[in-house]
C-alpha cells in the first residue's frame, strides 16, 4: 500500500500563495496602471541580482567549490541569495550535493523519476526531514553558519528593498507587485527549471550516464545554468556554458569580479577533456546509428570508426599533455629568473616546433575521424 504523500504547511502555503498572489495582482496592477519604468527597473534588478546569487554563490561557490571568493562578496551572495526564499546557503548545498551524488536515485531529494512536478516543486513542499549531508567543509565558515542561523529574517530585509523604494516615491502598491510578489515567483520557479526542465527537454552531448541535458533556452532565463549535461559531467566547473558563445551571466560576473581581485582560482576542466567526452558521445550515436545497417557493411565500418576515435583521443591527451608540461616548465623557470635567459629562448623554440607537429598529428587524425563518420552516414544511405 502507498504511504499518503505529508505536506510541509509552511512552504506549502508559502510557494502556492506567491503564485496565486502574482497571478492575481500583476494582470490586475498592469490593467489598471500599466507597467512604469522604474518598477520594471527594479524588478529587473533585484531579480539578476538574487538569481545571481543563488547562480554564482549558492550554487557555484558553495555547493561546487568552483572558485575562492573574498569575504565581501561571500556576504553579499549569501544576503541576496536568502532573498530567494530558497533555504540558507547551508541547507541549499545539503540538498545539492545529494542530488549529484545520487542523482536519479531513490536518494536524488529531486529526482526527475519522480515526475516533472514533483522535480520541480512538489519536493519542496513535502513534509520530509533531510538532514545536513557532506557540507562539513561550509560549516566551518563563520559567515555561513551567520547565514544559516538567520537566513529567513535576512532574506526579508532584502526582498522589501523595493518597499522602501516605493514608500519614499509614493508608489508602494506597483514595487510590492514586480519588485517582490513577482519577483520571487519568478526567482523559484527560474531555480526549478534546472531541476525540472533540464532533465527532461536537450541534448546530452558529454554523457548519457544521467538525465541531466543542455538546454540554450533555459540558459538566459536561468543565469547560464542551463547547459545542466556539462555541469553534470564537470560539476566543479565554475562555468556552465564552457564555450565562449554559450550564454552564462554568471560566469561572465565572475570572470569580472576575478579581473578586479575578488574571486579567483577558478577551476575549469581542460578543453581537450570536453572534446573527447564529446567524441566518445558522438562515436556511441554513430554506433547506434550502424546497428540499422547489414553485419557485413557494419562491422568493417565500426573498426574503422573505433580506430578513427582512439587516434583523435590520444592525438587530444598528448597535445593537452604538451600545453600542461610546457605550463610546468615555465612556472620553474619563472621560478629561477631565468625566464629571459638565452636557455629558455631556446627551449621555447623546441616546444614551438614539437607542437606544430602534434598539431599536425590532431589535423590528422581530425581529418581520419570526418572520413569515419561519413562512411557511416553513407552506408547507411546505401544498406
Not at 522604474?38 to 529587473?44: D, G, I, K, N
Not at 540538498?95 to 519522480?114: A, F, K, L, M, N
Not at 529567513?152 to 528593498?161: E, K, R
Not at 577558478?266 to 547489414?294: D, I, N, Q, W, Y
Request: hydrophobic share 45%; proline share 3%.
Amino acid at each position: 500500500m502507498t504511504e499518503a504523500r505529508r505536506w510541509n504547511l509552511l512552504n506549502t502555503l508559502f510557494l502556492t500563495g506567491t503564485l496565486a498572489l502574482a497571478l492575481v495582482l500583476v494582470p490586475w496592477r498592469l490593467a489598471a496602471s500599466g507597467l512604469r519604468w522604474s518598477e520594471a527597473l527594479v524588478f529587473l534588478t533585484m531579480t539578476f541580482a538574487i538569481g545571481t546569487a543563488i547562480s554564482g554563490g549558492y550554487h557555484r561557490l558553495f555547493s561546487h567549490r568552483a572558485y575562492k571568493a573574498t569575504w565581501p562578496v561571500r556576504f553579499l551572495f549569501l544576503c541576496l541569495g536568502a532573498a530567494a526564499f530558497e533555504n540558507s546557503a547551508l541547507k541549499w548545498s545539503s540538498d545539492h550535493r545529494v542530488h549529484h551524488q545520487h542523482v536519479d536515485t531513490e536518494q536524488d531529494p529531486y529526482s526527475i523519476g519522480r515526475g516533472f512536478w514533483s522535480a520541480h516543486w512538489t519536493w519542496v513542499m513535502e513534509d520530509k526531514s533531510l538532514p545536513l549531508a557532506g557540507v562539513a567543509d561550509l560549516e566551518k565558515d563563520p559567515l555561513v553558519r551567520w547565514q544559516h542561523r538567520n537566513h529567513f529574517l535576512i532574506g526579508a530585509v532584502v526582498a522589501t528593498i523595493p518597499l522602501w523604494i516605493g514608500f519614499a516615491t509614493g508608489n508602494l502598491l506597483g514595487y510590492f507587485v514586480f519588485g517582490v510578489a513577482l519577483r520571487i515567483v519568478v526567482t523559484h520557479h527560474t531555480t526549478f527549471f534546472i531541476n525540472s526542465a533540464a532533465h527532461m527537454f536537450g541534448s546530452r552531448p558529454y554523457t548519457d550516464a544521467n538525465t541531466a541535458r543542455d538546454n540554450w533556452l533555459l540558459a538566459p532565463i536561468t543565469y547560464g545554468e542551463g547547459y545542466h549535461n556539462f555541469h553534470h559531467q564537470w560539476q566543479w566547473d565554475y562555468r556552465n556554458g564552457a564555450l565562449w558563445y554559450q550564454w552564462d551571466t554568471t560566469k561572465w560576473l565572475l570572470s569580472v569580479l576575478g579581473w578586479m581581485g575578488l574571486v579567483g582560482q577558478f577551476r575549469r576542466v581542460p578543453g581537450a577533456a570536453m572534446t573527447r567526452a564529446r567524441l566518445h558521445m558522438e562515436e556511441k550515436r554513430l554506433r547506434e546509428r550502424l546497428s540499422l545497417a547489414s553485419p557485413g557493411i557494419a562491422t568493417p565500418i565500426r573498426a574503422r570508426l573505433t580506430a578513427a576515435r582512439m587516434k583523435l583521443d590520444v592525438a587530444l591527451a598528448s597535445l593537452h599533455d604538451r600545453h600542461e608540461a610546457w605550463g610546468q616548465k615555465k612556472m620553474e623557470w619563472r621560478a629561477k629568473g631565468i625566464i629571459k635567459a638565452e636557455a629558455w629562448r631556446e627551449a621555447k623554440a623546441e616546444w614551438k616546433m614539437s607542437l606544430s607537429a602534434h598539431q599536425a598529428e590532431l589535423k590528422a587524425a581530425w581529418t581520419e575521424w570526418k572520413a569515419a563518420q561519413l562512411e557511416v552516414r553513407t552506408a547507411l544511405v546505401y544498406s
